[in-house]
Every structure is written in structure tokens, then in C-alpha cells.
Nanobody, 121 residues
Framework: QVQLVESGGGLVQPGGSLKLSCAASGSIFSIYAMGWYRQAPGKQRELVAHITSGGSTNYADSVKGRFTISRDNTKNTVALQMNSLKPKDTAVYYC???????????????WGQGTQVTVSD
């Protein structure tokens, strides 16, 4: 069984910063990719940022230059530093990981429970 636990969401003013963290635990053999997605009310879930085990990153155009994804392979954690936040960044942010487990003997996608980020005056 695998769990992804997120932390770090909250309320911030426009122009402010927040850092999200996510830790994966359980019967993990390896993690290929980890990432962050978000879903605003009435909208589809979208990719925010993605990082592979080798450190290759990919960002949504809307967050390039403002958000930075990082990962600690030794601790199975991924973080998202969000700077210059805008009201349109308001959403529930979900951690995602592509994990190979002993139990399934294959890679599967796992999701955290989500953490609310609200950017408002």
C-alpha cells in the first residue's frame, strides 16, 4: 500500500509565496516521476509541474518562472515552491507519483488527498 501525504497549502496574498511538500510512503520499490496537479472549481485537473527520477522537469506555461519543483529521491519527497502567486493560481493542488511497488510488480499512478491553495486579498 502506498500513501502520498501533502502539506503546505493555505491562504496567501497576491504576490506572496507558498511551498507545498509531499511525502510518499509504503511498499515502494522505485518512483519514476513525481508531480503536482491542480484543479480549480469548475475546471479540469491540470498538470502544474513534473520531475523525473533523473531530475528532468516540465512546467505548465502559466507557472514557468514562478514555480519550482524539486525532489529528494532518498526521502521519496517532492516539493513545489510557488512564488509571485496570482489569484488564478487558486485551486486544490494534488501530488502525483508514478510508483513501482512490490505488491503489484508494476508502475501505477498514486495521488495525494489534495491541499487547498487560495490566493486572495
Amino acid at each position: 500500500q502506498v500513501q502520498l501525504v501533502e502539506s503546505g497549502g493555505g491562504l496567501v496574498q497576491p504576490g506572496g509565496s507558498l511551498k507545498l511538500s509531499c511525502a510518499a510512503s509504503g511498499s515502494i520499490f522505485s518512483i519514476y516521476a513525481m508531480g503536482w496537479y491542480r484543479q480549480a472549481p469548475g475546471k479540469q485537473r491540470e498538470l502544474v509541474a513534473h520531475i523525473t527520477s533523473g531530475g528532468s522537469t516540465n512546467y505548465a506555461d502559466s507557472v514557468k518562472g514562478r514555480f519550482t519543483i524539486s525532489r529528494d529521491n532518498t526521502k521519496n519527497t517532492v516539493a513545489l515552491q510557488m512564488n509571485s502567486l496570482k489569484p488564478k493560481d487558486t485551486a486544490v493542488y494534488y501530488c502525483n507519483a508514478h510508483i513501482f511497488t512490490w505488491a503489484t510488480d508494476r508502475y501505477d499512478d498514486y495521488w495525494g488527498q489534495g491541499t487547498q491553495v487560495t490566493v486572495s486579498d
